[in-house]
């Protein structure tokens, strides 16, 4: 009798709330909500030569990132480390978000599963790399160009580089050289295939933590007027590979994932 009545009151509890409701789905009677569309992110870790890629940053940079695709099945997070040429970049981790169960308690424990699993990983990786050579070369344009190049995806891609952002190659010297003007970075950068246009389509990149600090060894000056001719330098370069969105932050990367950005 009891259950008879328990049932009656769920039932009209659901027809109340309606048939698509949140209460009809957790007791059965109406269709689960599909999946949320799967996004790639990948986090561009420079840690040469005092850039500011370290198990803090990186930690912050989980903290934002994770929770928002750990109800996205399919999604993946890759974690890149930066070399003195574009061979040393290479995939330090990679994660998957699993397939989530439909029941909703389920549902949440996979995600928490997913969530100290995924940070655990992505972090201990970052503390077994052990960077060597010369420090003061890093090649963070063609870096990036490889992370685009790496996995296809025809899925929306976040680009998150966490750096001083000082490129050290044959394109820049930004620690201490010269800086060259816009036009002639873009056009070194084009007769290379380095962030040639359409590199990073469907693709917001972010550049996280760039703070204005001393060169290791205070090697050189620096100053804000330096780096704001910086950030325009890889501002234009990024929009000129058809980047659909730039930031540029002196803190932690901000994901948005709201929907009319990941159609």
Do not use: N
């Amino acid at each position: 009798m009891k259950r008879r009545l328990l049932a009656a009151v769920v039932l009209v509890w659901v027809l109340l709330a309606g048939c698509d409701s949140d209460a009809a789905r957790m007791f059965g009677f109406a269709a689960p909500l599909p999946p949320k569309p799967a996004v790639s992110v990948d986090i561009v870790c420079d840690s040469r030569g005092g850039s500011t890629c370290t198990g803090a940053t990186l930690g912050q940079t989980c903290d934002e990132v994770l929770p928002k695709i750990a109800d996205r099945p399919a999604s993946t997070v890759t974690l890149w480390g930066v070399g003195e040429t574009v061979a040393d970049t290479t995939i330090l981790a990679s994660i998957t978000v699993p397939d989530a169960p439909q029941a909703r308690r389920a549902a949440r424990e996979t995600e928490s599963r997913f969530l100290s699993t995924a940070r655990a990983t992505l972090m201990a990786a970052l503390s077994g790399r052990a960077d060597s050579g010369d420090s003061h070369r890093t090649p963070l344009a063609e870096a990036i160009t490889r992370v685009a190049w790496s996995h296809p995806t025809t899925v929306r891609r976040f680009v998150i580089v966490i750096s001083d952002a000082r490129e050290e190659s044959s394109f820049a010297q930004m620690e201490c050289g010269e800086l060259p003007s816009a036009k002639t970075f873009l056009a070194d950068l084009a007769s290379h295939h380095v962030l040639a246009p359409g590199t990073l389509a469907r693709t917001d990149i972010q550049f996280a933590f760039v703070t204005v600090s001393r060169i290791d060894h205070d090697r050189c000056g620096v100053s804000l007027e330096r780096a704001d001719a910086i950030r325009s330098l890889w501002l234009a370069a990024l929009k000129q590979a058809g980047a659909t969105r730039v930031s540029y932050y002196t803190g932690p990367p901000q994901l948005s994932l709201a929907q009319e950005d990941i159609k």
